[in-house]
């Protein structure tokens, strides 16, 4: 993985490393028990919570275990969520994928939006074969999203995780590159006229 990940812009938003400023943000978003439902941690209580994710992100770039952006306003260069390409598999060129939005930007389009250009790199300049994401089932927007971008549910595992001390099922999703391109392909496709 690069020793730094280059940023990514999209109409709206831009991908970026955190910054220092970031932390109240990051904050705001990993405080809220919502935004955090169906995670493996309870939502956060102390600020230096997002000051230590922050830091840990540093040494992640350094590491090139995770490719970790900010998901920044393109106008304002507020942080709005976070994504993530993490558990790198260099030999199978397979890793995993992570996201987080802060509840007042839900149902706006921004997670497909950052996704979709955090997707490309990952097929494109990363030359990524497979990217795999683990959801709560019981998570219908986040299912819906994936689809969205191509993914294909593969499979369930019950009682996976214990989330705020509940058993929690893991529901299994997996992107292609091939996927990928094909989704592409048929996008740019022009539609056939209809016959009167």
């Known amino acids: 993985m690069p020793d730094s990940p280059p940023i990514l812009h999209t109409a709206r938003l831009t991908l970026r490393p955190f910054r220092s400023g970031d932390v109240a943000a990051l904050f705001d978003i990993f405080s ?5 439902r169906f995670w493996s941690r309870a939502a956060w209580t102390d600020v230096k919570q997002a000051a230590q994710m922050i830091e840990e992100s540093r040494q992640d770039i350094a590491s090139g275990n995770i490719v970790r952006y900010g998901i920044a306003l393109a106008e304002t260069d ?5 994504c993530n390409l993490r558990g790198f598999f260099g030999q199978n060129r397979r890793c995993e994928l992570g996201y987080a939005l802060g509840r007042a930007w839900w149902g706006r389009g921004f997670a497909g939006e950052a996704l979709e250009a955090l997707l490309g790199h990952a097929f494109g300049p ?3 074969n497979r990217i795999e994401a683990d959801i709560d089932p ?8 994936l689809e969205r971008l191509g993914f ?3 499979g369930t595992m019950p009682e996976r995780w214990i989330v ?3 058993k929690a099922d893991t529901a ?3 992107l292609l590159k091939r996927y990928w391109e094909d989704r592409a392909a048929s996008v740019r496709r022009p539609a056939l006229p209809v016959s009167p």
Request: glycine content about 10%; proline content about 0%; charged content about 35%.
């Open 78 to 82: 507020a942080l709005i969520g976070i």
């Open 32 to 36: 809220d028990a919502e935004v955090v």
């Open 126 to 128: 990363l030359d990524l």
């Open 138 to 145: 019981r998570n219908d927007a986040s299912a819906r999203l």
């Open 152 to 154: 294909r549910r593969e």
């Open 172 to 174: 299994f999703y997996g």
């Open 164 to 166: 705020h001390g509940e």
